[in-house]
């Protein structure tokens, strides 16, 4: 895998009647370290277009999402555990509960595939079914195309 990476990041939550997908695409840095990946990247948020520095954390049996600007939030998910977390916005501040039903992973020389499944509370009240699927993508695959 190279330093520059191509990251995409698909989700869908599951809302009574209702299926909301999001996706976002942008580059990325990338490194190994202690056993873990990481993938560095910024996002625009807000209406003045304001950079939010994300951190994916992915190791044997757990995924870390750390969110760092107008929203910020560290998001732990491992199978079979709730974890809670402050999640900070401008207009005050969340507590999410994340129950992680399964986490699957795949990985070769140029790619990074990572599905998780949750169970997503808000203030203590079951919101949504959520899925999402993150995929790291070498700037050096030949095969790169968007889906």
Do not use: W
């Amino acid at each position: 895998m190279t330093k520059d990476v191509i990251v995409s990041i698909s989700g869908l939550q599951m809302d009574m009647d209702q299926e909301m997908p999001v996706e976002v695409i942008t580059m990325g840095n990338y490194y190994y370290k202690n056993g873990k990946h990481y993938i560095l990247f910024d996002e625009m948020s807000g209406e003045e277009g304001t950079p939010t520095k994300n951190t994916i954390k992915i190791g044997s049996n757990r995924v870390d999402v750390i969110k760092k600007g107008e929203n910020s939030v560290h998001m732990v998910f491992e199978p079979d555990t709730k974890n809670m977390a402050c999640y900070q916005t401008p207009y005050g501040n969340l507590m999410v509960g994340i129950n992680t039903l399964g986490i699957s992973h795949s990985e070769d020389d140029l790619n990074i595939n990572t599905r998780i499944d949750y169970a997503l509370d808000v203030n203590y009240s079951h919101l949504s079914d959520c899925s999402i699927e993150i995929n790291i993508k070498s700037k050096n695959d030949k095969n790169f195309r968007l889906h």
